[in-house]
């Protein structure tokens, strides 16, 4: 089976996010996915039907076949999540040998998000202007109580990243991501990208210029879902 993959000396890498509701998983997602289109697929937990046992890695692994990079965009907000990530690579992954199969974490937040009122600010102030653009989380009108009810539990439940400890330290790379400001997405793209550059350098993946990025962001940012599960 290990044939499969081929001579190819190239990685295969998934690329996990760690984060709360709003802080911008899939802005982020689709522009580096817009601008490698033949390099970085992305699969959206929101998309799946029922995103119940291993669906999420399922997907993943199919894009791999195509591509080097995934990026499995889900909040993986406790350690439990990020642990049945890991897991369910190592149950249905029989073709990448795992030495050439790397994980990458996009931390989207460093500090105690409990604390910092900024996040709270800024995710909310997104997800109501984001307003019924979203496959579950409903934000217009009388949504509102709820949709703030479901941002505020993932806050609470929110366990940082540690790579002192399993699951996180199964991690080969974290990249530190901020949601400071409202427009946090474009650096949180280019931080992405630069990491990416210098880590999967077996990708010899060039830096896009100015234009390119400011042209993949602003699709990303017109991006509205067309799976609805409400
Ligand atoms: P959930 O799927 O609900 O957990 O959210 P998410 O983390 O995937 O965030 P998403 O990328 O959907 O961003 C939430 C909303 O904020 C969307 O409407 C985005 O268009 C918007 N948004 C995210 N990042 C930025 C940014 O940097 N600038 C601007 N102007 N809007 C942003």
Redesign the pocket.
């Known amino acids: 089976r290990l044939l499969s993959f081929g001579d190819s000396q190239i990685c295969k890498y998934a690329v996990v ?1 760690v ?12 522009a580096l996915a817009n601008l490698f289109p033949n390099i970085i697929g992305h699969i ?1 937990n ?1 998309n799946i039907r029922r995103p119940v046992g291993n669906k999420l890695v399922a997907g993943a692994l199919e894009i791999l076949i195509n591509r080097p990079i995934v990026i499995l ?1 889900k ?1 993986d907000h406790k350690f439990i999540e990020r642990k049945q990530i890991f897991d369910d690579f190592d149950q249905l992954n029989e073709v990448i040998p795992t030495s050439k199969l790397k994980f990458i974490c996009l931390n ?1 937040l460093r500090n105690r998000p409990q604390e910092d009122k900024d996040l709270w600010n800024i ?1 909310r102030e ?2 109501l ?2 307003g019924d ?2 496959q579950t ?1 409903k934000a217009a009108g009388k949504g509102i109580t709820k949709a703030e009810k479901i941002i505020q539990g ?1 806050i609470k439940r929110f366990q940082p990243v540690d790579p002192g400890r399993e699951p996180d330290s199964k991690f080969d790379l974290i990249i530190n991501l901020d949601v400071t ?6 650096a ?1 793209v280019k931080t992405v990208v630069d990491n990416l550059i210098s880590f999967a350098s077996d990708l010899n993946l060039t830096r896009p210029t100015e234009e390119q990025f400011q042209e993949a ?1 602003k699709s ?2 017109d ?1 509205k879902p067309s799976v609805n599960k409400i």
Do not use: M
Request: charged residues 20%; negative net charge; aromatic residues 14%.
């Open positions: 996010t984060a709360t509701i709003g802080c911008g998983k899939t802005t982020t997602s689709l959206q929101d965009d909040n989207f995710t997104r997800i202007e984001r653009n979203h989380i993932f400001s409202p427009d946090s997405s474009y949180n962001f990303a940012l991006y």
